[in-house]
């Protein structure tokens, strides 16, 4: 996925239009049949560019070669104001129920759909992985109310907030550094947490951290409890994702301890 702002053009999965007349293509239908495969050998490629990579080089280079860019913002699909009207429309209503003064929106990403929201609390915090998104994001949003600080989800000391929102981050990350997330949020002095998760999707699977799946954080390994409350985006692509909402206290720490743990035996046992 290249940078694509203002071009609107995206040919996901298939061919662009007018490619059917094209000679090639005609001559031998084979060589048209490559592209899935060259993008499925670049997919496997890039993961494991990831692999040998730490976290920030991860979500920097993501963010740097526009990996996730959609013609409206380099945090991707999921980000846009199409993508998000429902969430908007029922996020100041939570907020205010959670009595949210403060909101820690961890993995902000851009900020695009999400500065028609901000008005909604006395002070947000945006943060993210990689400093230069944080610094435009300064340059661009940075106000008395309004500001982003770079820090990292699975290991950093968290600001004193309300409620971390944490919208499309933990489906990007490791079972693993999942487990030191539910641990750093922990440690926070929050008292919500507000993440995605797709209650439909029955079985977990573990990712490389930068990829991505459907992740339903009621199922094992995380086996959250049931959320106080969950919002529906109304997106329906992987089962209908959902933003759900729980008191911190409520994620164990020995969950995330035990999902740590039981990872490392796990891949120890893999690699004999
Ligand atoms: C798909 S974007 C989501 C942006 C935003 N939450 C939204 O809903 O539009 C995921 C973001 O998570 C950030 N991220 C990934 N790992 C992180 C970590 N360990 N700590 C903080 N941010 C992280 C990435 O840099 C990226 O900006």
């Not at 899935?36 to 496997?44: D, E, G, N």
């Not at 609390?121 to 770079?150: K, M, W």
């Not at 997330?181 to 999707?201: C, D, G, M």
């Not at 035990?258 to 120890?268: G, P, V």
Request: hydrophobic residues 35%.
């Amino acid at each position: 996925m290249n940078k694509r702002r203002g071009s609107g053009n995206r040919h996901e999965g298939g061919l662009a239009p007018g490619a059917s007349t094209d000679r090639t293509s005609v001559i031998c239908p084979l060589l048209t049949m490559r592209q899935p495969i060259r993008r499925l050998i670049a997919r496997k490629l890039g993961l494991l560019r990831f692999r040998m990579m730490s976290m920030e080089q991860v979500f920097l280079y993501i963010w740097r070669n526009q990996n996730w860019g959609s013609s409206e913002t380099v945090s991707g699909h999921g980000s846009t104001f199409a993508q998000t009207g429902m969430l908007r429309a029922a996020l100041p209503g939570l907020f205010k129920k959670l009595g949210t003064k403060v909101l820690l929106d961890i993995a902000c990403g851009e900020y695009n759909w999400m500065s028609a929201i901000r008005p909604s609390v006395d002070s947000y915090i945006g943060a993210d992985i990689v400093p230069g998104l944080i610094d435009e994001n300064q340059i661009r949003h940075g106000d008395r109310q309004t500001q982003f600080i770079c820090l990292d989800i699975t290991r950093d000391l968290l600001p004193n907030a309300d409620v971390a929102f944490c919208r499309d981050c933990l489906v990007h990350l490791s079972f693993r550094d999942i487990g030191k997330t539910l641990k750093n949020l922990k440690r926070s002095k929050i008292e919500y947490v507000v993440t995605t998760t797709f209650p439909a999707t029955t079985a977990n699977s573990d990712i490389v951290t930068g990829d991505w799946r459907p992740l339903n954080v009621e199922a094992a390994p995380l086996r959250f409890p049931k959320p106080i409350k969950i919002i529906s985006e109304g997106t329906k692509s992987y089962g209908e994702k959902c933003m759900g909402v729980w008191r911190t206290s409520d994620l164990s720490v020995r969950e995330g301890e035990h999902l740590t743990s039981t990872l490392t035996r796990w891949q120890a046992a893999g690699s004999q």
